[in-house]
């Protein structure tokens, strides 16, 4: 007999192989990322397994052989709402993309499973304003590149280690955060192109880095030079 594990998971893509199976790739609650072999698995409800959709929340009972069997799958929560919203569709496709990408299969990282699964519910929501949507991918992002041991969260200055309490650079060939003080000296000795960051930004970004999803409602990127600075600040603190 081999050993069966009920875990919860998340459909993050699937495709036909062969005439009569898919592959299927989740990311669960016990095992992290898992690519299973699905026999007999159609767009459309069947008697063994009804219908899977993309983003959904199911139910697994696996059987641990050399790799993952599944033995049964049911539905427990649908996102129907996100594949009516073209925007928090591609939010969702964005996120499944991160995840298949950045995380090795049955590689669990804790606490991972729970951010995903609150992210769609939260996208899921019917009339969000687009500029919380777009709020709470900038955090998922965050917390996702955090979890995976990504980042680093700045708050010195990387050329006098003073602490950073002001308005400041980021110098995008070295990765750096500088000061206003060393910020001159170093234009005048490398004469290196760098980027001003406002200060209310670096703390925004730690701010989106430690609340709580639920937390961040009453933030807004309202202005196109905010996404900036928090895209630039995503950038140089996972590298």
Same mark, same amino acid.
């Given at each position: 007999m081999f050993k069966e594990f009920k875990v919860e998971a998340i459909i993050l893509k699937k495709y036909k192989y062969l005439e009569k199976g898919y592959y299927v790739d989740f990311l669960t609650n016990d095992f992290g990322r898992l690519s299973v072999f699905v026999r007999g698995l159609s767009g459309?409800?069947?008697?063994?397994?009804?219908?899977?959709?993309?983003?959904s929340i199911v139910n697994l009972i696996l059987e641990k052989?050399?790799?993952?069997? +599944?033995?049964?799958?049911?539905?427990?929560?649908?996102?129907?709402n996100i594949s009516q919203n073209p925007e928090n569709y591609t939010y969702a496709h964005i996120l499944s993309e991160f995840t298949l990408k950045l995380i090795p299969e049955e590689h669990q990282i804790d606490g991972y499973f729970e951010l995903v699964e609150m992210t769609l519910k939260i996208l899921n929501i019917k009339d969000l304003n687009n500029q919380y949507t777009k709020c709470? @991918?900038?955090?998922?992002?965050?917390?996702?590149?955090? @979890? @995976?041991?990504?980042?680093?969260?700045?708050?010195?200055?990387d050329k006098c280690s003073q602490k950073i309490n002001d308005n400041f650079f980021v110098d995008k060939e070295n990765l750096h955060f500088i000061c206003?003080?060393?910020c001159i000296e170093k234009?005048?000795?490398?004469? +290196?192109?760098?980027?001003?960051?406002?200060?209310?930004?670096?703390?925004?970004?730690?701010?989106?880095?430690?609340?709580?999803?639920?937390?961040i409602k009453k933030i807004?990127?309202?202005?196109?030079?905010?996404? &900036?600075?928090?895209? &630039? @600040? +995503?950038?140089?603190?996972?590298?």
């Open positions: 459309t409800k069947n008697n063994t397994h009804g219908n899977l959709e993309l983003m052989r050399e790799n993952f069997k +599944i033995k049964n799958i049911s539905n427990k929560e649908n996102f129907l709470i @991918l900038i955090s998922f992002l965050i917390k996702a590149l955090n @979890l @995976l041991g990504y980042i680093k969260f700045k708050k010195y200055c206003q003080n060393c234009i005048e000795l490398n004469n +290196i192109i760098i980027k001003k960051i406002k200060f209310e930004n670096l703390k925004l970004f730690h701010f989106l880095s430690t609340e709580s999803v639920q937390s807004r990127l309202n202005n196109l030079e905010t996404f &900036d600075e928090i895209k &630039d @600040l +995503i950038n140089i603190s996972s590298n």
